[in-house]
């Protein structure tokens, strides 16, 4: 027991609901289907079709909704009592009547979502939390189970801390972003001192291309080397964490594909009109590689322009202005072709402006990084505040 808590098995304050859907209120939209619960906010998601090979349980406006495959993952929902018909899920769900003599559902969701319902399960369960929790299982789960009015006051303090903590996460995003667009704008107000500048096209500054096109004779042989995808260029960085991809490239091509250190990456097509020509400096993350067609290249003339200026430019509300004056949509995708990267026009001051500009905003970069470290910092901690709430509040510390 926990502060004198009657322990109860699931079963007592939870009745198994075991109606099912008739196939035509499912084809005809009548009965929506659940496409998933999600595991961080225990919301549910419906399907937009009632298309269906298995069997279908049937849940009701009040019912507690739970995933037997992803129960202890957080897949836990209460079904508003605000709805106005009932919803089907698979058989691989539960629908469960909550007695409100005995229990507040909201007070069960919050422990069916915490660690000391994953610790029951682990020591009432075979198999533990790698079990699929079906009904009969689940409803055998003890609890310890305070009066209705304690669970209440229980439940009123675990609300009300957890509005603080999704303002304070809010709050912590919402600075987060902030500090990027104001990035965006310093970047802004130094490269539109130098706008009237001479301008040239990228085409008369650099050495554009694109990569190398997926085929059956690019299968990995006798001459594989990595490849960079879409996937790694982000913006204004490499991401090289995914697995690395492999071309077979002959000796004799090597000198035309490989990647050179201050050579510039982007993106050809994107669904995202803000990720469209997402620009990144290769600075030799995965060594000698080559590169996708995807995938454009930039080499820069170092004697006219600086690659960490250009990277910069491009990143930049102004560079992305004309990115997005030269992409094109094609069905919901934007894209941008080697011809039209050619084509972007950048203001070059000398080079001694250009080092400049690129040490004054890497210095802002840096001040905005170790601000993101520290709300990361913060984002964790503020992530740990829940269960550790939640240990306290079903251990009767609260």
């Not at 399907?47 to 495959?69: E, H, Q, W, Y």
């Not at 909201?106 to 979502?113: G, I, P």
């Not at 020591?123 to 699929?132: A, L, M, Q, S």
């Not at 097509?269 to 995807?294: F, K, M, P, W």
Request: charged share 25%.
């Amino acid at each position: 027991m926990t502060n004198g808590w009657q322990t109860v098995p699931l079963g007592e304050v939870l009745t198994e609901r075991k109606e099912t859907p008739s196939p035509e209120s499912l084809e005809n939209g009548e009965v929506s289907i659940v496409s998933k619960i999600g595991f961080n906010e225990g919301k549910i998601e419906l399907r937009a079709d009632g298309k269906t090979r298995t069997g279908m349980i049937l849940a009701r406006p009040g019912d507690l909704v739970v995933s037997g495959i992803n129960a202890t993952k957080g897949a836990i929902a209460v079904y508003p009592e605000t709805a106005r018909k009932p919803i089907a899920a698979t058989i691989h769900y539960g629908a469960y009547i909550p007695n409100k003599e005995r229990v507040s559902v909201q007070y069960l969701w919050w422990f069916l979502r915490s660690e000391a319902f994953r610790d029951i399960v682990r020591h009432h369960i075979p198999d533990g939390i790698k079990t699929e929790l079906k009904s009969k299982r689940f409803l055998a789960v003890p609890m310890p189970l305070p009066p209705l009015k304690e669970q209440q006051r229980i439940l009123a303090h675990i609300e009300s801390l957890a509005a603080r903590v999704n303002e304070a996460q809010r709050l912590r995003e919402e600075a987060d972003y902030e500090s990027s667009v104001l990035h965006g704008s310093f970047a802004a107000k130094a490269l539109n001192e130098v706008s009237n500048a001479p301008k040239h096209n990228i085409g008369d500054i650099c050495e554009v291309r694109g990569g190398i096109q997926k085929s059956p004779a690019r299968l990995p042989h006798l001459n594989p080397v990595p490849y960079l995808t879409v996937a790694h260029v982000q913006r204004n960085h490499i991401d090289v964490s995914s697995e690395t991809r492999y071309f077979e490239v002959l000796p004799e091509e090597l000198p035309r594909w490989k990647l050179e250190i201050g050579d510039l990456l982007n993106i050809e097509g994107n669904g995202s009109a803000d990720q469209i020509g997402r620009v990144a400096l290769y600075r030799g993350e995965l060594g000698t590689c080559v590169h996708q067609n995807h995938v454009i290249r930039a080499r820069p003339h170092q004697e006219i322009i600086l690659s960490e200026y250009l990277n910069m430019y491009l990143n930049s509300p102004l560079g992305q202005d004309e990115v997005q004056k030269r992409s094109r949509t094609t069905s919901g995708l934007r894209t941008l072709s080697v011809g039209r990267i050619r084509e972007i026009e950048i203001p070059i001051p000398p080079l001694d402006e250009q080092r400049r500009i690129v040490a004054y905003l890497d210095g802002l970069q840096a001040k905005v990084n170790a601000l993101r470290e520290l709300q990361s910092a913060s984002g964790k901690e503020l992530s740990a505040l829940m269960p550790s709430i939640l240990d306290k509040a079903f251990k009767g510390e609260l």
